[in-house]
């Protein structure tokens, strides 16, 4: 056997022995191993979600329910207009408590008793006493006449009828005494209560009655908050990009830039709500609690994360397509502007959609500048005084009320969904217009 043939011969039995084969089993029982790892990884990560979403949604969806009670509402006119002038301000003005609790007694005629019925009166919410102003404010032709109206129930009611006030328990262990439970049990019988679909907390501001609370106050302000944002945040961060990966000069300058903008990204964004008091606040005099301070907050900290994103993808373009343009005569603006901001824009709007969803959840910036106060007003501009939802979420998981805690629950549900809809939009645009070189 010649020594070629003889080397070759060795080198083959160094991968084909006994100790080879148990080494290469070895290393392929390590690599399932690792898979296994990081499939149960994903599992735990899968379950840990799940049970969050679960848990979110088994306490906050009844919040999108809420019970109602018809009563027969006698509109008297020695009530609403006692003089028949038919003036807006009088009717306005007139006690339409009254004619709630006239309608429950008319109901219950055996109950007798301060106490009583003021126990009788707490079943139905304050807010029914509104709407029969609003009512009759739109139509003044009820007056005189009577009419089935639905309108709604306390909260301890609604939480009776939804089960979290539990009629198994002692008196002195709910909310509700027993005389309640019975009262809400005969008008359930007698088909009076009505469940329906809780447009008013999809439609209305915040109160402090649980039943009336809704987050459109949170949802406008949210809006008008984040478009300040992107109105800042977008064109100062693209350009800021622009510059230092495109025309700024390679110097110990730009390095410090690049570096505070790298640590700027990860600072806590509680200092940029400092930063809001001492400055927009504090120092320009800025309205407290208004969308236009809470917004130039958020831009401040979302502009270190859309100039990282836009840097990164304009040094995704290719040197190419530089150089082609630049070869048939354009100036270096022209190439920038004209050609390779183009074909970079998908992955900065990408990465300025997620900032805006990173600015959305954020609640420790603008709690600094006032933005915790109680709003029940929808607001109206820049400058009115409003809420954003995740700070919603805070005060509504600060209060007693157990009726809140579906609420508080409900609306991380709307804020989950705002998220999930910002970041699917940012992952569709990528996949639409995102080019492979």
Same mark, same amino acid.
């Given at each position: 056997m010649s020594e070629a043939t003889l080397g070759q011969?060795? @080198?083959?039995?160094?991968?084909?022995?006994? $100790?080879?084969?148990? @080494?290469?089993?070895?290393?392929? $029982? +390590?690599?399932?191993?690792?898979?296994?790892?990081?499939?149960?990884?994903?599992?735990?990560a899968l379950f840990a979600l799940g049970w969050l979403l679960t848990s979110i949604v088994?306490?906050?969806?009844?919040?999108?329910?809420?019970?109602?009670?018809? #009563?027969?509402?006698?509109?008297? @006119?020695?009530?609403?207009?006692?003089?028949?002038? /038919?003036?807006?301000?009088? #009717?306005?003005? +007139?006690?339409?408590? $009254?004619l709630v609790k006239s309608s429950l007694r008319e109901q219950f005629p055996d109950v007798s008793g301060r106490r009583e019925r003021r126990a009788l009166n707490a079943l139905v919410s304050s807010g029914a006493a509104f709407q029969l102003r609003e009512m009759v404010l739109a139509d003044p032709s009820l007056v005189g006449t009577r009419r089935a109206v639905s309108v709604p129930l306390s909260d301890d009611s609604d939480m009776f009828f939804k089960g979290f006030i539990r009629r198994d328990v002692g008196e002195s262990e709910r909310k509700l005494n027993d005389a309640q439970v019975g009262w809400l049990d005969a008008l359930q019988e007698r088909g009076l209560v009505e469940r329906v679909f809780n447009t008013t907390f999809l439609t209305s501001g915040d109160s402090r009655e649980p039943e009336l609370a809704g987050i459109w106050g949170a949802v406008v302000g949210t809006t008008l908050t984040l478009l300040v944002t992107l109105l800042l945040c977008f064109p100062i961060g693209v350009a800021a990009a622009v510059y230092l990966e495109e025309f700024a000069p390679t110097n110990r300058w730009t390095d410090l830039i690049e570096v505070n903008i790298n640590n700027l990204a990860a600072v806590p964004s509680i200092v940029f709500g400092l930063l809001g008091l001492a400055v927009f606040l504090n120092f320009f005099g800025? %309205?407290?609690? +208004? %969308?236009?301070?809470?917004?130039?907050?958020?831009?401040?900290?979302?502009? %270190?994360?859309?100039?990282? $994103? /836009? @840097?990164?993808?304009?040094? +995704?373009? %290719?040197?190419s397509i530089r150089e082609a343009a630049l070869g048939v005569g354009a100036s270096p603006v022209q190439t920038v502007l004209q050609h390779v901001l183009p074909l970079a824009l998908p992955g900065i709007l990408t990465g300025t959609i997620i900032g805006m969803a990173r600015a959305l959840g954020e609640s420790a910036p603008l709690l600094m500048i006032g933005m915790v106060a109680f709003i029940v007003d929808i607001p109206s501009g820049l400058t009115s005084p409003s809420t954003v939802l995740p700070v919603q979420v805070y005060l509504w998981a600060d209060s007693p009320e157990r009726a809140f805690v579906e609420k508080t629950s409900a609306a991380i549900m709307v804020l989950l969904a705002f998220l999930i809809l910002m970041n699917l939009a940012a992952v569709l645009l990528r996949r639409k217009y995102e080019q492979k070189w």
């Amino acid at each position: 056997m010649s020594e070629a043939t003889l080397g070759q011969s060795r @080198r083959t039995d160094v991968h084909t022995s006994d $100790a080879a084969q148990r @080494r290469l089993r070895r290393r392929y $029982a +390590a690599e399932r191993r690792f898979q296994l790892y990081g499939l149960f990884a994903i599992g735990i990560a899968l379950f840990a979600l799940g049970w969050l979403l679960t848990s979110i949604v088994g306490r906050g969806y009844t919040a999108f329910t809420q019970s109602r009670v018809v #009563l027969e509402v006698e509109f008297a @006119r020695d009530v609403l207009d006692p003089d028949a002038t /038919g003036d807006r301000q009088v #009717l306005s003005g +007139a006690n339409y408590a $009254a004619l709630v609790k006239s309608s429950l007694r008319e109901q219950f005629p055996d109950v007798s008793g301060r106490r009583e019925r003021r126990a009788l009166n707490a079943l139905v919410s304050s807010g029914a006493a509104f709407q029969l102003r609003e009512m009759v404010l739109a139509d003044p032709s009820l007056v005189g006449t009577r009419r089935a109206v639905s309108v709604p129930l306390s909260d301890d009611s609604d939480m009776f009828f939804k089960g979290f006030i539990r009629r198994d328990v002692g008196e002195s262990e709910r909310k509700l005494n027993d005389a309640q439970v019975g009262w809400l049990d005969a008008l359930q019988e007698r088909g009076l209560v009505e469940r329906v679909f809780n447009t008013t907390f999809l439609t209305s501001g915040d109160s402090r009655e649980p039943e009336l609370a809704g987050i459109w106050g949170a949802v406008v302000g949210t809006t008008l908050t984040l478009l300040v944002t992107l109105l800042l945040c977008f064109p100062i961060g693209v350009a800021a990009a622009v510059y230092l990966e495109e025309f700024a000069p390679t110097n110990r300058w730009t390095d410090l830039i690049e570096v505070n903008i790298n640590n700027l990204a990860a600072v806590p964004s509680i200092v940029f709500g400092l930063l809001g008091l001492a400055v927009f606040l504090n120092f320009f005099g800025l %309205p407290r609690s +208004a %969308p236009l301070v809470g917004g130039m907050v958020l831009a401040l900290m979302t502009l %270190p994360t859309v100039i990282i $994103a /836009g @840097r990164a993808a304009l040094k +995704a373009v %290719p040197p190419s397509i530089r150089e082609a343009a630049l070869g048939v005569g354009a100036s270096p603006v022209q190439t920038v502007l004209q050609h390779v901001l183009p074909l970079a824009l998908p992955g900065i709007l990408t990465g300025t959609i997620i900032g805006m969803a990173r600015a959305l959840g954020e609640s420790a910036p603008l709690l600094m500048i006032g933005m915790v106060a109680f709003i029940v007003d929808i607001p109206s501009g820049l400058t009115s005084p409003s809420t954003v939802l995740p700070v919603q979420v805070y005060l509504w998981a600060d209060s007693p009320e157990r009726a809140f805690v579906e609420k508080t629950s409900a609306a991380i549900m709307v804020l989950l969904a705002f998220l999930i809809l910002m970041n699917l939009a940012a992952v569709l645009l990528r996949r639409k217009y995102e080019q492979k070189w």
